[in-house]
């Protein structure tokens, strides 16, 4: 009787056992699957990573390579990929590992070195080719090397002093002996300089005018070239300003000089012939002196920086400048003229005339051709 109880209790044990494997199986595979469905990998791409080289550089001196490469990162950990990205907290280097490449040119696998195992890398492109040299070091006379654009723009080259004259050049062996010359290539200079200064790198150049690898940072020197610049005479233009006062008609002007230097490039002097003088006629009603800056810019440099102008007027009805201070050198021809007076006609009328003498108007003319000759010029009151 004994023996059927233990059997259902044996049974129904087992089923519960089932039943709970059944259940944490169950379990266990919806979590895998969630956990495995729900996970995301980030990317990222790095552009211009430098390629950190090892050699003996006491030894060596290693050139033609590229010096950046590309590297794409990857991970399922966003927090640990951001710190790989970020240039101020990145761990990884690309390396080039030259310690056992020999003498000449190679083919360089890179490698990742440092980067955390919750990253992967792949590097773009995954080898550099490079020159391996013996480490030599030379000393070489110094020359500036001036911008076309001195001769072009016409420029005449004075003095030219470099400091050093010469430098030490750090070099492969190879490329050492290719060296023909050092230069110091100097950048363009702005416009309307008399003198240049600058500090430059050397470059090491070979017989075909191609520049050579030397160790860097390269060499630095000093120039200074002394330059006389173009120059040119070019006239001056009187441009009046300003409203003048009631009665004036016009103006004639007198100039210290008739033509000042200018000095600039070739390509500024051609476009100038004239220089426009502004010259202010406000409230002048007397014969008046003014120093007037000559207008310039950075483009030229013009002598001398101003001049002085006489400033007559001419009053209306009346061909003769008014002239408040004597001996200005400026004359106008001058005639005299009767100016009609209307009265009442119950009153008489009275009118009185000048007439010149034949004397009298050749004394204008010649007076008029003396005013060409010293450069007294008439303009018109606006």
């Not at 023996?3 to 379990?27: D, E, K, R, T, V």
């Not at 310690?99 to 440092?114: A, D, M």
């Not at 440099?301 to 400033?311: A, F, G, K, L, N």
């Not at 204008?364 to 051709?369: G, K, L, N, R």
């Amino acid at each position: 009787m004994k023996i059927p109880y233990q059997s259902n209790w044996f049974s129904g044990l087992l089923a519960l056992l089932f039943a709970l494997l059944l259940f944490f199986n169950a379990n266990a595979s919806g979590n895998l699957s969630d956990i495995t469905g729900g996970s995301q990998v980030y990317d990222e791409m790095l552009y211009n990573i430098p390629v950190q080289l090892e050699y003996d550089q006491d030894k060596y001196f290693v050139s033609g390579y590229e010096e950046t490469v590309n590297v794409h990162l990857s991970s399922a950990n966003r927090i640990q990929l951001n710190l790989e990205a970020n240039e101020d907290t990145r761990n990884f280097q690309v390396v080039a590992d030259l310690t056992k490449t020999p003498i000449g040119t190679s083919e360089i696998q890179l490698r990742v070195k440092g980067l955390s195992t919750a990253v992967t890398a792949e590097i773009e492109p995954k080898t550099i080719t490079v020159t391996v040299e013996n480490k030599v070091t030379k000393s070489f006379d110094v020359e500036a090397q001036l911008p076309e654009s001195i001769e072009a723009e016409g420029y005449k080259v004075e003095k030219i002093a470099v400091s050093p004259k010469t430098v030490e050049i750090t070099t492969g062996e190879e490329t050492a002996k290719a060296i023909t010359r050092v230069i110091a290539p100097l950048s363009n200079v702005k416009q309307s300089v008399d003198t240049i200064k600058q500090t430059v790198n050397v470059q090491a150049i070979d017989s075909k005018g191609q520049v050579l690898s030397i160790e860097n940072p390269a060499p630095q020197v000093k120039v200074v070239v002394d330059l006389t610049l173009p120059s040119k005479e070019v006239g001056l233009t009187i441009s009046p300003t300003g409203s003048p006062p009631t009665g004036v008609e016009n103006f004639t002007f007198n100039l210290s000089e008739q033509k000042v230097e200018i000095r600039g490039t070739k390509s500024v002097l051609d476009a100038i012939d004239t220089i426009e003088l502004p010259v202010d006629i406000s409230n002048i009603k007397s014969s008046t002196k003014q120093k007037i800056k000559i207008p310039t810019n950075t483009e030229y440099i013009v002598s001398p920086e101003e001049v002085e102008v006489t400033i007559n007027p001419v009053f209306a009805g009346t061909s003769t400048s008014f002239s408040g201070t004597s001996g200005q050198g400026t004359t106008t021809s001058s005639s005299s003229q009767s100016v009609p007076t209307s009265v009442p006609s119950s009153e008489k009328t009275t009118s009185s005339s000048s007439t010149s003498s034949s004397s009298s108007s050749s004394s204008i003319e010649s007076t008029t051709e003396d005013d060409l000759e010293n450069g007294s010029s008439s303009v018109p009151a606006n």
